[in-house]
């Protein structure tokens, strides 16, 4: 066992002094190192990275998890102009290469529920070829995510998609129904594609709902509260734990506003989404489990007060109605 270590510690610090030796030699001799050694090294730093992420994924397990998180993934057309790429939607592209790395982070760290804002009802106000190409990715990812990816077929992730469904082209509209079908049994991960989506129009959507069941005598007026309307918003699960914005912007964009109204620890990350890494996902959990303990407490306190509130409201009502309507049997 011992011995197995050593050699794993060996092979550690073997690849280390090789990544060293790329990094001082790429500055010095950078131009002197062969194509396949330059390869060479990077496959190793490549590997060292993913037996780091591992070490890193082992040690925040051991914390208290989120159950629900929350991306904004805002950036990709400024990475794509940063990178030279030749249209903006390649930068989505990039977006959605870093998406599925995030995901298997998270199901790594054990995360149950992850929603992602892919497309936003605005974002219909796009040129006509970015529009065109979003709409590709949704096609072709979503059907390809469902159909091959390890994500789904190795840890059973569940995709969903939320939002103003009938706006989307039919082809569109098709592979969200076969991937939402294709995963509908699975009990890994949900992943919430908001698509296109506002939080505001799934609150007033949601009111709309109640008033619907109010008139077909499905809900009494008496009973419209918070929990009724939860339970008629789009976007289903626990609220949000943790709420990410890459990109340096600090809004929210009009994203799961009801999810995020309570306890949502928000995080402002300074690099466009496919810049997006493992460190900046660690770095946000450690933050959140350091003050989880404090979350916790005043969730505790705002049940409290809820429940308060509740018991208030229902003495109110039982009194107004002992006076104003009398028997309610
Ligand atoms: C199917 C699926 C889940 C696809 C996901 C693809 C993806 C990452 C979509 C995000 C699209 C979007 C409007 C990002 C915001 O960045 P921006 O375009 O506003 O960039 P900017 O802030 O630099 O202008």
Not at 21 to 32: D, E, M, R, S, T
Not at 117 to 146: C, P, Q, Y
Not at 250 to 268: C, E, G, H, T, V
Request: net charge positive.
């Amino acid at each position: 066992m011992l011995q197995l270590q050593l050699q794993s510690w060996y092979a550690y610090a073997g690849l280390t002094a090789l990544i060293l030796a790329y990094i001082v030699g790429n500055g010095v001799y950078g131009q002197q190192l062969s194509l396949p050694l330059k390869k060479q090294c990077a496959a190793a730093c490549t590997y060292v990275q993913g037996k780091m992420r591992l070490v890193a994924v082992r040690v925040l397990r051991q914390g208290p998890i989120p159950q629900h998180v929350g991306f904004i993934m805002d950036g990709n057309r400024r990475f794509a102009k940063k990178s030279h790429m030749e249209t903006p939607s390649r930068g989505h592209l990039a977006g959605f290469t870093k998406l599925t790395k995030v995901l298997e982070w998270c199901n790594d760290l054990g995360i149950k529920h992850v929603s992602v804002f892919a497309f936003a009802i605005n974002n219909f106000n796009r040129s006509t070829e970015e529009v065109g190409a979003l709409m590709g990715i949704a096609r072709d990812k979503l059907r390809d995510l469902a159909e091959n990816s390890e994500l789904v077929n190795k840890y059973g992730v569940r995709i969903r998609v939320v939002g103003l469904r009938d706006l989307l082209p039919a082809d569109v509209r098709e592979s969200i129904e076969y991937a939402e079908g294709r995963t509908r049994g699975n009990l890994g991960m949900t992943l919430n594609v908001c698509c296109p989506y506002s939080a505001t129009d799934e609150i007033s959507t949601a009111i709309q709902r109640l008033v619907e069941d109010v008139e077909n005598g499905l809900l009494s007026a008496a009973d419209i509260n918070e929990t009724a309307l939860e339970k008629r918003l789009q976007i289903p699960g626990p609220d949000l734990d943790i709420l990410v914005r890459t990109s340096g912007q600090i809004r929210f964009s009009n994203f799961m506003l009801w999810q995020s109204a309570k306890m949502a620890y928000i995080q402002f990350v300074d690099a466009y989404w496919p810049e997006f890494s493992f460190y900046h996902m660690a770095r946000i959990l450690v933050s959140w489990q350091l003050a989880s303990r404090d979350i916790e407490r005043r969730k505790l306190a705002g049940a409290v007060h809820d429940s308060l509130a509740s018991s208030e409201q229902l003495r109110n009502s039982e009194s107004s109605s002992d006076t104003c309507c009398g028997d309610r049997t």
